[in-house]
């Protein structure tokens, strides 16, 4: 389960050639998983192209999922996220840039996971084909977690478009 919000309104698009910066304020409270490429917590962004992101969330690690292997562990950055911090990603061009509390924790390249195979996954449609997709909470049977969320909001170029606070 998790919040997921699929920004389909006309006008309304993850741009990775304008850039955008994907913002939310969270605490990891607990979270287990069975692999070293799974996370009981996942932010997943799908640009508008299709290139996306997925960083995985443990006690101690902020990391990213590779799409070659798919969906194995990259580059990961040691970091307490049990406490509450404010996380910016960053998506310009072909890159992103991953800030907590201001400080740049992480960066890379943006990942094309279009191999995975949704169908065999059992899933009525394939999250990483959705244009203009966020999604925040535990995507695999293989982990778990307990995440306390208290804000996520969207930038692009331009006004103010999404945002959504919650206690």
Do not use: C, K
């Not at 049990?82 to 840039?97: I, N, P, Q």
């Amino acid at each position: 389960g998790g919040y997921f919000s699929n920004l389909i309104s006309p006008g309304i698009v993850l741009d990775r050639q304008q850039g955008f910066t994907l913002g939310w304020r969270t605490a990891l409270l607990g979270e287990t998983h069975l692999s070293n490429d799974r996370a009981g917590f996942n932010v997943l962004v799908v640009t508008t192209d299709l290139m996306a992101l997925e960083l995985g969330v443990w006690n101690n690690e902020v990391w990213a999922q590779h799409d070659v292997p798919l969906f194995t562990h990259g580059e990961g950055v040691a970091f307490a996220t049990g406490t509450m911090v404010s996380y910016e990603l960053e998506v310009l061009g072909t890159a992103y840039t991953l800030r907590a509390d201001g400080n740049i924790i992480l960066s890379g390249s943006l990942r094309d996971y279009s191999a995975f195979d949704h169908v065999a996954a059992g899933l009525p449609l394939d999250p990483y084909e959705t244009a203009n997709l966020v999604f925040f909470g535990d995507d695999t049977s293989s982990a778990a977690a307990s995440v306390r969320i208290e804000q996520i909001s969207l930038v692009t170029p331009g006004p103010f478009i999404f945002a959504d606070t919650s206690d």
